[in-house]
């Protein structure tokens, strides 16, 4: 048997002997996606290809922590029920024997192109990294190509995440990578016909311009065209707490500009944060055929606290956020669930016109470990609102501060951590609460927060709280299991 096909088998075995522990947690999801066993991190190879959505994903089976990756497969027709596929990729071949690590997808002559990075250490830990193309007539089953980009000079062999695209007759390639005096880069590839790659240079980072000093890698980067911007998407490390900015270990965001493909140049503005919470990585973005720009991030941060999470008891770890649609207003990236998640919805809406005047409120019917909350037309002039979802995660805007926080016991050492931002007006909130994890939509996706928490199984309580007078228009729905 030769070793793609022993990884296959040992991987399924490894599904089949957890299956019941998996299933038996309680703070599995009933609609994000997630491993069947084992570790998942990185989105990768996110595309629509004749009316299907792939979403590849780094994968550990045999274990929850992180080693020599494997792609798994989920298909989707809707963004919201998915199929697992087989497995896409395994660490099988010498340019990737340490792990097949992230990257992207692109269409080609009929086919599906992936590119993703291969991930080779010898025996004293030393790295090697090499740019991997594989090439899928039926998006199931991939004809492995190898390296087709080495590790250019000025680089270490942190060097990773190419993400590809197609613009004016030519096709484009950024990575994330590390220049050798420690500093974060996206680095430019450019090529006629897919396979053989001319490095460019650095178009953000290095060294220079108003990233100049940011971090010592930058991770999985993303650029692409949106309302009249290029906006690069990536993932820093090594950023320093700043203010309410930067307080996750490492952080995803984006910064806009003009991207010129003739002269190969990317002239961008300052940093934003595409997540205020506490778990959000490594975002991947595609355009699909309806023309939207649409995101997935990995709900979790490397390196921060991944043992201490409780799934890890029933085998598996981590989950991937909600897709979300992207759009660019007066220069900012608004964020919003796909309009097909309201698919989810089971039955009618509970509606409530609810009024607070200082004192702790539970709402009739308005209890779950699997819904969806809208709040219309807040009115609070003075104060603050709170809002609690099982005894464990609560949110709270301050109108005299302007800020708006995300709590929630910390599953390392139970003591109340917190995010924040400034957020001038509140206006409307939209919440997804599913069983460990929490997403909420500010002001129409103006600003998201993002966590994994794990309130008590049996506490489905949502406990509404107001220093002032407080009212809004509320809306919850009950949502279906998918998964």
Same mark, same amino acid.
């Given at each position: 048997?030769?070793?793609?096909?022993?990884?296959?088998?040992?991987?399924?075995?490894?599904?089949?002997?957890?299956?019941?522990?998996?299933?038996?947690?309680?703070?599995?999801?009933?609609?994000?996606?997630?491993?069947?066993?084992?570790?998942?991190?990185?989105?990768?190879?996110?595309?629509?290809?004749?009316?299907?959505?792939?979403?590849?994903?780094?994968?550990?089976?045999?274990?929850?922590?992180?080693?020599?990756?494997?792609?798994?497969?989920?298909?989707?027709?809707?963004?919201?029920?998915?199929?697992?596929?087989?497995?896409?990729?395994?660490?099988?071949?010498?340019?990737?024997?340490?792990?097949?690590?992230?990257?992207?997808?692109?269409?080609?002559?009929?086919?599906?192109?992936?590119?993703?990075?291969?991930?080779?250490?010898?025996?004293?830990?030393?790295?090697?990294?090499?740019?991997?193309?594989?090439?899928?007539?039926?998006?199931?089953?991939?004809?492995?190509?190898?390296?087709?980009?080495?590790?250019?000079?000025?680089?270490?062999?942190?060097?990773?995440?190419?993400?590809?695209?197609?613009?004016?007759?030519?096709?484009?390639?950024? /990575?994330?990578?590390?220049?050798?005096?420690?500093?974060?880069?996206?680095?430019?590839?450019?090529?006629?016909?897919?396979?053989?790659?001319?490095?460019?240079? /650095?178009?953000?980072?290095?060294?220079?311009?108003?990233?100049?000093?940011?971090?010592?890698?930058?991770?999985?980067?993303?650029?692409?065209?949106?309302?009249?911007?290029?906006?690069?998407?990536?993932?820093?490390?090594?950023?320093?707490?700043?203010?309410?900015?930067?307080?996750?270990?490492?952080?995803?965001?984006?910064?806009?500009? /003009?991207?010129?493909?003739?002269?190969?140049?990317?002239?961008?503005?300052?940093?934003?944060?595409?997540?205020?919470?506490?778990?959000?990585?490594?975002?991947? $973005?595609?355009?699909?055929?309806?023309?939207?720009?649409?995101?997935?991030?990995?709900?979790?941060?490397?390196?921060?606290?991944?043992?201490?999470?409780?799934?890890?008891?029933?085998?598996?770890?981590?989950?991937? $956020?909600?897709?979300?649609?992207?759009?660019?207003?007066?220069?900012?990236?608004?964020?919003?669930?796909?309009?097909?998640?309201?698919?989810?919805?089971?039955?009618?809406?509970?509606?409530?016109?609810?009024? /607070?005047?200082?004192?702790?409120?539970?709402?009739?019917?308005?209890?779950?470990?699997?819904?969806?909350?809208?709040?219309?037309?807040?009115?609070?002039?003075?104060?603050?609102?709170?809002?609690?979802?099982?005894?464990?995660?609560?949110?709270?805007?301050?109108?005299?501060?302007?800020?708006?926080?995300?709590?929630?016991?910390?599953?390392?050492?139970?003591?109340?951590?917190?995010?924040?931002?400034?957020?001038?007006?509140?206006?409307?909130?939209?919440?997804?609460?599913? $069983?460990?994890?929490?997403?909420?939509?500010?002001?129409?996706?103006?600003?998201?927060?993002?966590?994994?928490?794990?309130?008590?199984?049996?506490?489905?309580?949502?406990?509404?709280?107001?220093?002032? $007078?407080?009212?809004?228009?509320?809306?919850?729905?009950?949502?279906?299991?998918?998964?």
């Amino acid at each position: 048997m030769d070793r793609d096909q022993h990884l296959r088998q040992a991987a399924y075995k490894e599904i089949e002997k957890h299956q019941l522990l998996v299933e038996q947690d309680p703070y599995r999801l009933h609609y994000h996606i997630m491993p069947l066993v084992g570790l998942l991190n990185d989105p990768n190879g996110f595309v629509q290809w004749k009316g299907t959505y792939h979403l590849f994903y780094q994968w550990m089976p045999f274990e929850t922590g992180h080693g020599a990756k494997f792609w798994g497969h989920y298909q989707s027709k809707d963004l919201v029920n998915w199929k697992h596929e087989g497995i896409a990729l395994t660490p099988a071949e010498w340019f990737e024997k340490n792990g097949c690590y992230s990257g992207s997808a692109l269409v080609h002559e009929g086919q599906l192109y992936v590119f993703y990075t291969g991930n080779v250490k010898d025996e004293e830990g030393n790295r090697e990294s090499y740019q991997c193309l594989a090439v899928s007539e039926d998006g199931v089953h991939f004809d492995k190509k190898g390296p087709v980009v080495q590790l250019p000079r000025g680089y270490t062999a942190h060097f990773r995440d190419p993400k590809v695209w197609e613009q004016n007759g030519a096709y484009f390639m950024v /990575i994330g990578a590390q220049t050798d005096d420690w500093k974060g880069a996206v680095v430019l590839f450019t090529s006629s016909n897919l396979v053989d790659w001319k490095h460019v240079g /650095i178009i953000a980072g290095g060294g220079k311009g108003p990233l100049e000093a940011f971090g010592y890698m930058f991770e999985c980067p993303d650029l692409f065209h949106l309302d009249g911007q290029d906006v690069l998407v990536f993932s820093p490390q090594g950023l320093e707490p700043d203010g309410m900015k930067y307080h996750n270990v490492y952080q995803a965001g984006y910064v806009t500009g /003009i991207f010129e493909a003739e002269k190969t140049s990317y002239k961008h503005g300052e940093f934003y944060e595409l997540d205020h919470g506490f778990d959000f990585y490594a975002p991947q $973005t595609t355009r699909d055929e309806k023309g939207r720009r649409i995101l997935f991030g990995w709900m979790s941060v490397p390196d921060q606290g991944e043992q201490d999470h409780p799934t890890i008891q029933h085998q598996w770890l981590h989950n991937m $956020t909600l897709p979300r649609e992207l759009k660019l207003v007066n220069g900012k990236l608004y964020q919003s669930p796909v309009a097909e998640l309201r698919d989810l919805r089971e039955g009618d809406a509970i509606e409530r016109e609810v009024s /607070i005047n200082q004192e702790t409120r539970w709402v009739k019917g308005v209890e779950g470990k699997a819904l969806e909350l809208e709040l219309k037309e807040i009115n609070l002039k003075a104060g603050w609102l709170a809002i609690s979802f099982g005894g464990s995660g609560r949110i709270v805007y301050s109108r005299n501060d302007q800020v708006f926080t995300m709590e929630r016991e910390s599953y390392v050492d139970g003591v109340v951590e917190k995010r924040q931002t400034e957020v001038k007006e509140l206006h409307d909130l939209q919440i997804f609460l599913d $069983t460990s994890s929490i997403e909420v939509f500010i002001n129409g996706g103006e600003y998201v927060f993002t966590s994994r928490f794990y309130p008590s199984p049996n506490n489905e309580s949502i406990q509404f709280r107001a220093s002032q $007078t407080v009212s809004f228009h509320l809306k919850k729905w009950k949502l279906r299991r998918v998964f």
